[in-house]
């Protein structure tokens, strides 16, 4: 139970951080916030839809819209791909649906 506790404690205590191997899709590791995973996950498969869900899911919680999601997850320090903003692990990844998504939703 301890051990589960401070698990859990750990995983809070890292800000919106995913990371995600480069390699397949069924070889992905997440580590760090898996909270936010989903966001490396829509990219990773190049799934607008799921990018989407994951957006609608922290209205309330990181921000009132689904836009101001949008701009709190793609701020600097917020939540990373393999160590990379969601823009640039989404251009690796050649993730053009979700890149293309990304973009015209932010401005």
Do not use: H
């Not at 301890?2 to 070889?27: D, Y």
């Amino acid at each position: 139970m301890k051990k589960l506790v401070l698990a859990t404690l750990v995983a809070l205590s890292v800000p919106f951080t995913a990371s995600a191997a480069t390699s397949s899709a069924e070889n992905v590791k997440f580590v760090g916030d898996l909270e936010y995973a989903s966001f490396c996950k829509a990219v990773i498969n190049n799934d607008v839809e799921l990018f989407k869900i994951s957006l609608n899911r922290f209205v309330g919680e990181l921000g009132s819209s689904r836009q101001r999601v949008l701009k709190r997850v793609l701020a600097d320090n917020n939540v990373t791909c393999s160590g990379q903003s969601l823009v640039e692990f989404s251009a690796k990844r050649n993730a053009t649906q979700v890149g293309s998504f990304i973009t015209a939703q932010a401005e």
